[in-house]
């Protein structure tokens, strides 16, 4: 039997988090994680700290970025891979009230870090954008799976990652720790992403999940170096390639792509830039959104090995390394957790 202090269910962006936690903390561990229905691997892995819809900041966004960039570059250093790159993000403006908003938005606490106040000129014309673009400072591209496929190699050769479906019924409770099948250990992290549904201990917490697909296009004629953002985003893939998208679905909780988002994106494409372009890929995920906006975090109040880390909707990369810190250093230190992302927030879901 092999002991550890962590079982981690999960090597998506949370799962990842926690694990980089442990190492930095020299916390034993090992990682389960089944290597499918993964939302990490179809986000674009895009940061961006303001939210273009109503030019306002998501929750703690400055705590999460400042904290997700540095978190990221001591990985790249540890693994010895290029993993973040800088890539403009570029609104496109529908009027001049739009423009109007975003200068008020450029002199706002907080925002006036991140919106830049000089308008980006629409020189090229192959997007349409007659009243230009607004530009997002310090904005990038986190390569998800490319960290995930170099972590995962790290991990193996410590012999801490198992590729496996984890079967929570095999779970036994002793006094302080658990026996899952060949390993003993103190906590379990479950950062399970929308596959938590399937979670017998955590399931009945009010995981909204929301689908997003995207397609790939090839555009030779596109040439842009931006990230662009309508009501959809393009975003740069290199050689040529784009992710277009992603759509919001509240209904489907699936993993498969559509035919209809297909024709939605393509529609909209077709309304936004003015060259040719071949749709060579489709992907999709689920986003493990929340309705509060707020993520799932904490210990559960009946079997207090357990915890979860969940709920990171639609900005996983920036903000699993504040929220995985936060669970660490509850379990570890009796630190409090912040009361609006305590899963103890719904205690009648955790019966
Ligand atoms: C289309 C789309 C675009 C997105 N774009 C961005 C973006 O640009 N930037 C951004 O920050 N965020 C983006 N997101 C959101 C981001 O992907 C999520 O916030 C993040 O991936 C959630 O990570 P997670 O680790 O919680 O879940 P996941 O990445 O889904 O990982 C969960 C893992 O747990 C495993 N698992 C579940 N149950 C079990 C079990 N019983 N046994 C073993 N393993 C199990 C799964 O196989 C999976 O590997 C996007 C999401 C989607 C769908």
């Not at 540095?70 to 973040?84: A, N, P, R, S």
């Not at 979860?308 to 504040?322: E, Y």
């Not at 995985?324 to 630190?335: G, M, R, S, V």
């Amino acid at each position: 039997m092999k002991e550890v202090d962590y079982i981690i269910v999960g090597f998506g962006l949370a799962g990842m988090a926690y694990a980089e936690v442990c190492e930095q903390s020299q916390k034993t561990f090992v990682v389960i994680d089944k290597e499918v229905e993964n939302a990490s691997r179809v986000a674009a892995g895009l940061y961006n700290p303001v939210i273009l819809k109503r030019y306002s900041l998501p929750y703690k966004a400055l705590e999460q970025f400042d904290k997700a960039l540095v978190f990221y570059k001591k990985m790249e250093e540890k693994l010895g891979v290029t993993i973040l790159s800088d890539l403009p993000v570029r609104k496109v403006f529908y009027n001049i009230e739009d423009q109007n908003n975003w200068f008020t938005a450029s002199d706002a606490i907080g925002l006036n870090r991140f919106v830049n106040s000089t308008i980006v000129k629409n020189t090229t014309n192959v997007v349409r954008a007659p009243f230009d673009f607004g530009e997002v400072a310090e904005t990038g591209k986190l390569d998800v799976v490319k960290l995930q496929g170099s972590f995962k190699k790290y991990l193996e050769n410590k012999n801490a990652f198992a590729k496996a479906s984890f079967n929570h019924s095999d779970i036994q409770f002793k006094n302080n720790h658990v026996i899952y099948q060949a390993y003993k250990a103190k906590h379990i992290v479950f950062a399970e992403g929308f596959g938590m549904k399937s979670n017998p201990f955590f399931a009945k917490l009010p995981l909204v999940g929301n689908k997003g697909e995207y397609i790939i296009i090839k555009s030779p004629l596109l040439k842009l170096d931006a990230a662009i953002k309508s009501s959809f985003f393009i975003i740069p893939l290199g050689d040529n390639l784009y992710k277009v998208g992603a759509t919001y679905n509240w209904t489907d909780k699936d993993w498969f792509f559509t035919s209809i988002a297909r024709k939605e994106l393509e529609d909209k494409l077709s309304e936004l830039v003015t060259v040719p372009f071949e749709v060579v890929g489709q992907i999709a995920g689920v986003r493990p959104t929340t309705g509060d906006r707020r993520p799932l975090v904490g210990i559960h109040p009946k079997y207090d090995q357990l915890c979860i880390l969940n709920g990171l909707g639609t900005r996983g990369v920036m903000a699993a390394p504040m929220f995985a810190n936060c669970l660490f250093n509850l379990i570890e230190n009796k630190e409090p957790l912040l009361k609006e992302i305590d899963i103890l927030r719904f205690p009648k879901k955790l019966s």
